[in-house]
Nanobody, 128 residues
């Protein structure tokens, strides 16, 4: 059984930084796409970042709203994905989820259909 467990959420002031972790069990994250998503109250779920870590080099993708501020990474030894967030803004406040694709699919990285397993989420609150 594949499980994803997020951690690292909490409250931070605007301009601060925070790193979220996503530990996987039952599946090797480097096999396919791993992504971070978020959903704020009253808004649709939004793809934040994704990573494909093939042996030949990492391929990463970011939403325009976080490009230059967020970094996705993968520690293969720990089978854990991270989302390092800097210059946080009040509009980054949301429930953050990690997701893993278990098999290749033609969907875009920021399409929910690309992912097969989702974590339970961790709350990030940015106060201005």
């Amino acid at each position: 059984q594949v499980q994803l467990t997020e951690s690292g959420g909490g409250s931070v002031q605007a301009g601060g930084s925070m790193t979220l972790s996503c530990e996987a069990s039952g599946y090797t994250l480097s096999n396919n796409f791993v992504g971070w998503w978020r959903q704020a109250p009253g808004k649709e779920r939004e793809g934040v970042a994704a990573l494909l870590a093939p042996d030949s080099g990492d391929l990463s993708y970011y939403a325009d709203s976080v490009k230059g501020r967020f970094t996705i990474s993968l520690d293969q030894a720990k089978n854990t994905a991270y989302l390092h967030m800097t210059q946080l803004k009040a509009q980054d406040t949301a429930q953050y989820y990690c997701a893993a694709a278990l098999q290749p699919k033609p969907a875009r990285w920021d399409s929910p259909e690309k992912y097969d397993v989702w974590g339970q989420g961790t709350q990030v609150t940015v106060s201005s």
